[in-house]
């Protein structure tokens, strides 16, 4: 049977190619697929702003830098042949020969086959519409403005531009999966941790445990480890949870926050059961960073306690008058409406930035076309002081099973600021 199924695989991907080389307008079609799987319009398109005509904001540790256009126009891409696509896309030079800012994942971007490449060319010369809106400067002080230190940098962090190659061993599922995790969806310049220089520590599972194990705080958030971890990362997921929250946005006992919003919005929904099925199953091939990791056991002590009238607590009372409600006293949330907070990953991070940044800011789970439902967790800043936060916080993290790390005012104090 596993024989039949690679067979299929390699079969249909054939079929494929072959249908997109004899039909221009599949080739289009393919490369709408694949940019939809690499979420280019997410950072290529500013708020309220036409598709792909960039100027979206991004901020990094030295400054602001600005996306680009990247129509078919004059002032986008309109004059580039397929090498100068590629050579930006895969190698990270722009057509006037200057190396692009590593906001650009051209790092994962490296290992994209050269036949989708070609497709997704087909799709942004013949299936975007050309939008004529100049390209913003950086907002860099110099001396950090230069750009041919950026030279220096891929030459010492980018690595070779070569076809992915499937691990020996592994099967066509699993091997999609990192083929779209590891390039296209370039899910490591967000989940990995990066160097001081500013590089992604690994670019692949076979680089270094540190690939996909989560990030430094960026914009108020963290991305979370996607590894087997089941205190902060992807243990407690069945492959089928999994699937389903990159479809929808939400799990049995999770929902999506943050930046990964956008990436279940403009991304993951649009594409085929078969390769969420890949990156989830790739995803949960990973091993835990921490071999000692053991999977959560939920305490029913606080929740017995609340439900007696309880609330002794410190931060309990803050619980029951703003959060109850929707979470529960006894944690587990509401099916696919409001999260679990008994057991979840994000909340027993070791780095507490997105707890309190959603407790003090809020937060919408977006609509999709298979879960069109959109639920809202309102703000707190205006209404919880810094210690009443911190107190929430840490309840949040000690119940039910929780085991994290004691968060201060100071903390919340400075991410308000």
């Known amino acids: 049977m596993k024989a039949f199924v690679i067979a299929t695989l390699t079969l249909f991907a054939c079929f494929s190619a072959v249908a997109a080389d004899s039909d221009p307008q599949a080739l289009v079609k393919q490369g709408e697929y694949l940019a939809r799987a690499g979420d280019c319009v997410a950072c290529h398109t500013a708020k309220d702003g036409k598709p792909f005509a960039g100027g979206l904001a991004m901020e990094t540790p ?9 129509t078919p126009g004059k002032s986008g891409i309109g004059s580039y042949s397929f090498e100068d696509f590629d050579k930006a896309v895969r190698h990270g030079v722009a057509q006037n020969g200057s190396t692009l800012y590593p906001a650009m994942p051209y790092p994962s971007y490296a290992r994209v086959n050269q036949a989708d490449m070609q497709a997704l060319y087909a799709y942004f010369m013949k299936g975007v519409k050309p939008v004529e809106q100049a390209n913003q400067e950086a907002d860099i002080p110099w001396p950090l403005s230069m750009r041919w230190p950026l030279a220096i940098w891929r030459w010492l962090f980018a690595p070779k531009v070569e076809d992915f190659k499937p691990q020996a061993g592994q099967d066509a599922v699993t091997s999609r999966g990192a083929y779209l995790v590891e390039g296209l969806g370039h899910c490591g310049a967000c989940h990995t941790p990066r160097a001081l220089t500013m590089q992604e520590k690994a670019l692949s599972a076979s680089d270094s445990p540190a690939f996909l194990s989560g990030s430094a705080p960026l914009e ?11 205190k902060d990362g992807l243990g407690s997921w069945s492959e089928e949870q999994l699937v389903q929250f990159l479809k929808t946005g939400r799990s049995d006992r999770s929902a999506v926050f943050g930046g990964m919003s956008d990436v279940i919005v403009h991304s993951m929904q649009y594409m085929s059961e078969a390769d969420l099925t890949a990156i989830a199953r790739y995803l949960k091939s990973l091993p835990a960073v921490d071999p000692a990791d053991t999977p959560h056991q939920y305490d029913p002590a606080v929740a017995d306690a609340l439900w007696n009238g309880d609330d002794s607590k410190r931060g309990a009372a803050v619980y ?3 959060c109850a409600a929707c979470h529960r006293t006894d944690g587990h949330g509401y099916t696919r409406v409001f999260p679990a907070l008994a057991g979840n990953p ?20 977006p609509a999709t076309h298979t879960a069109p439902s959109t639920f809202t967790m309102p703000a707190f800043d205006w209404r919880l002081s810094d210690q009443e936060v911190a107190d929430v916080v840490n309840f949040i993290r000690t119940s039910w099973g929780n085991q994290a790390g004691e968060v201060k005012a100071g903390d919340v104090k400075d991410l308000r600021d």
């Open 62 to 70: 030295i400054g602001t830098i600005y996306s680009t256009n990247i």
């Open 220 to 230: 108020g958030w963290i991305a979370k480890n996607l590894r087997g971890d089941h």
């Open 320 to 322: 029951i008058d703003n």
């Open 346 to 365: 994000v909340l027993q991070s070791a780095d507490p930035t997105s707890l309190i940044h959603i407790v003090l800011k809020g937060g919408t789970l």
